[in-house]
Structures are given as C-alpha cells and as structure tokens.
C-alpha cells in the first residue's frame, strides 16, 4: 500500500515511511494512493469474526508488499485485547461503543495499534522510535499502559506546568520507562507552538525518529479504521437496507477512517455528522469544507500537532462535490436538540451520553424517517466513555454514570521532581538525550 500527500500528487511513499516521516516535505498530509479492494475480506467476516482477527487480516491485506501475515497478525494481537461493543438499540438503530479500552477513549485503540506496528516494525528494520506530544494527561495515562515493555518506543509528553495525572512512576525514563514527561510553562497554544517549531526542524525529526500519536499519524488513522467493518460485522444480518453511520465531529478523524473503511469496499451508504463551523451545510444542501476556500498551495504547512483531517476530507473528494454532496450529511443541531437527545438516549435505551454521542443521537433524530423508511439502519457511535462527562450527565438526566476504577486512576495527579522548561531548544535537549 502506497501513500502520497494531500499536496503533491506526484509523492508515493511506502506505509512505513509515511508513519515515521509523519508529514511530507511539502507541508500537507499523507494520505493513501493506491486503492486496495478488501471486498473478500470484508464480506466474508461475520459477527463471530474477533476485532482482532478483522484487523490482522486487514493489515495484512494492506500491507503485504511489506510484511508478513505473521508480522501483520502480531501487530493487531498485542494491539487489541478488548473489543469494541456494538449494540442494538431498537429496530434499524445500532450503537458502536468505541471506549472499551485502556482509559476509557476512543483513542486507546488507534494509539495502541500505532505502538504494536512500531514497535514490532522497527525490531525488523532497526532504528528507534520517539512520540512527541502535547497532553492534557489522559495521553499520559494511556502510554503509561502500552509502553510498558517496548525496546525501540519512547514518548516525550508535554504537558501545561501542574497538569500531570494518571502515570505509573515505573514508566518514567529515569526510572527504566520509556516515558519522559515534561511540564512546560505558557498556554497550551504556545506549548504546541513549540512541539511545532521542532517538528519544523526536518533534520532533527529524521534524526531521532520523531512523530505523533495523534491522528496526523496514518498509521493511528489506520487503526481507527477497524472499527468500521467490524461494526459491520455485528450488523450485517439484522436489516436489509442501506447502513448510515452518525458520529460526533471531534477532529474528523472517525470520519475519515470511515471514509477510506468505504474505499477499501465496506458496504456503508453514508455519514451523518453534526454541523461545525469547518464542516457545515450550505443553502443548497451542499456540504461545505470551510478550509477549501482557500488554495492548498497557499495555505501554510501542516502542524503534526493539529490532525488535519479536513484536508484530507478535501483530498478525498478532490473537486466531486456531487460525490461528496451525497456521502457526507452535515446536520444543524442546537444546544437544546443535544440535551433532549441526551435525555431520550437514557429514557428510551438507559444509555448515558457525552455531548459527542447526544449530538450524533440528535442527528440521528433529524434523519430516520428518510433512513428507516427504506428498511435502512444507523450505527450510532460512543466515543468515550460516559463517565468521563459525568458533570453533563448529572446536569442533563439528574444523575452520572459510575466511574470504572481503572478510569478512575488514569485521573491521579502526578508530582514531577524535575524542572519546569520554558522553550523549544530545552525540549530538543531532552529528546536528544533519551537514548543515551
């Protein structure tokens, strides 16, 4: 499987470089260039096959010019050992729960999956690994978890000076870890600034094998992506029409995996998001990619801090805005439609939402009569788990869910003994002494 970027048409890399390089030289962002068809894959699995053995075999079938079936099947083995749960609600409605990790995020699963391919790629091909990013702490929390044991893996997390929470101190660097956390004077926008700024420095990026954990990473896209046909999967046999997935917004990147879930052959009809002020409705029904109104070429370069999603929204669909205009369904959703959703999710189905899961509910809402009059289904996805918004669910039901214990720890706050940084070049220092 071969990668190019959202900026030069012309670029083809192998998966493995797009994951180390992290963005292309030209300042955009990888994305595939080489369409695999996975029909045979995909329409033979069913709601026996294991999350798993879905993604070992996709891995394989995408990346068999480079590794092994063996290599591939390790790779999603050590990555997943907890499934997602998909339920059905009622009818044509299904829900996808996509928090069944380590800390309770959706985004357990694609870091995760990100850490086995390293980790068991480059014990391959030699060289080291560094994950550079920015956390609030529940990034933290997670590495904390699945780099315990890694040899060629390490994580510089940066951190907003007193938010540090939910580490095992046995992780640390000093102590024998593969985790150095760093607090970090300024706001968060000018913390990421200067993870930007090294990330700007393309020599010392190759250098010590820099890259993120966020969804820039096509390899943590790529990982998100399973969820699709094994949602499928689960589903498959329960109706007869036409599948719709609705989602939250968040950074797009669900999105996305869904979208490329469908180029590589899963039978989805459709993606109903919630409007944002970047990807809303125009008058005409069209959806509207606020970015496109500006010429890539003229935009700035991409910061592997920020996932750039979007972009490849754009990428994705190149000029056919028929082809977008029926495939993705921005729908308006107002404060008041978001709560009232919220409230019928745990009246009618006793299921607590965040805010991501009440509006993708409320789109649902908006939507399926055009859906489940056509004997169509929806598969409503959770990001994460409710408790993590328990302050909205008490406000909104009157009540919050209870916390898993293991969630519950990933929220410990952390005493660091070392000193607080305040620039770019302390932070390079850093990360060139972490293998010495």
Not at 169 to 180: A, C, H, P, R
Not at 329 to 346: G, H, I
Not at 399 to 415: D, H, L, N, R
Request: hydrophobic share 40%; charged share 20%; glycine share 8%.
């Amino acid at each position: 499987m071969l990668f190019t970027s959202t900026r030069n048409n012309n670029l083809q890399v192998s998966f493995s470089k797009a994951v180390r390089d992290c963005i292309p030289d030209d300042g955009g962002v990888f994305i595939p260039s080489s369409i695999e068809d996975l029909r045979r894959w995909i329409y033979y699995i069913d709601e026996t096959t294991p999350f798993s053995s879905i993604a070992g075999s996709l891995t394989s079938a995408l990346m068999h010019e480079e590794f092994s079936p063996i290599i591939c099947e390790t790779i999603a083995t050590a990555a997943f050992p907890v499934e997602p749960v998909v339920r059905q609600l009622g009818g044509s409605l299904f829900m996808m729960e996509m928090y069944h990790g380590f800390t309770g995020y959706h985004r357990d699963y694609g870091v995760s999956y990100l850490c086995s391919y390293l980790e068991n790629t480059l014990q391959l091909q030699g060289g080291k690994a560094i994950l550079l990013d920015f956390t609030h702490g529940g990034l933290g929390a997670l590495m904390s978890k699945i780099l315990k044991g890694k040899k060629n893996i390490k994580s510089v997390l940066v951190y907003k000076k007193g938010t540090l929470r939910g580490l095992d101190e046995d992780s640390f660097v000093w102590n024998g870890g593969n985790i150095y956390p760093v607090e970090m004077e300024g706001s968060e926008d000018e913390i990421k600034a200067a993870i930007s700024r090294v990330f700007s420095n393309k020599d010392f990026v190759r250098e010590h094998g820099l890259t993120v954990a966020n969804t820039t990473n096509v390899c943590r896209l790529l990982g998100q992506m399973f969820f699709f046909p094994y949602s499928f999967a689960q589903v498959k046999n329960k109706f007869n029409g036409e599948l719709y997935y609705a989602m939250g917004a968040g950074n797009y990147g669900s999105l996305m995996a869904g979208l490329y879930s469908w180029r590589f052959a899963l039978p989805v009809n459709g993606f109903y998001v919630p409007s944002t002020p970047a990807l809303a409705r125009s008058p005409s029904g069209a959806p509207v990619v606020l970015d496109s109104i500006v010429d890539l070429k003229a935009r700035g370069v991409a910061d592997p801090v920020v996932p750039a999603n979007l972009e490849r929204l754009e990428a994705f669909f190149g000029k056919n805005e028929m082809m977008m205009r029926n495939f993705i369904f921005p729908t308006d959703v107002s404060e008041d439609q978001m709560d009232a959703a919220a409230k019928e999710l745990y009246m009618k189905y006793g299921i607590f939402a965040d805010k991501d899961t009440a509006r993708a509910y409320a789109v649902v809402q908006e939507n399926c009569p055009g859906v489940f009059d056509e004997d169509g289904a929806f598969i409503l996805t959770a990001y994460n788990h409710p408790a993590l918004s328990s302050d909205y669910c008490r406000h909104v039901i009157g009540e919050a869910p209870k916390m898993p214990e293991e969630i519950k720890k990933t929220f410990t706050p952390v005493t660091l003994s070392r000193p607080v940084i305040s620039s770019e070049e302390e932070l390079k220092k850093i990360i060139e002494g972490l293998w010495k």
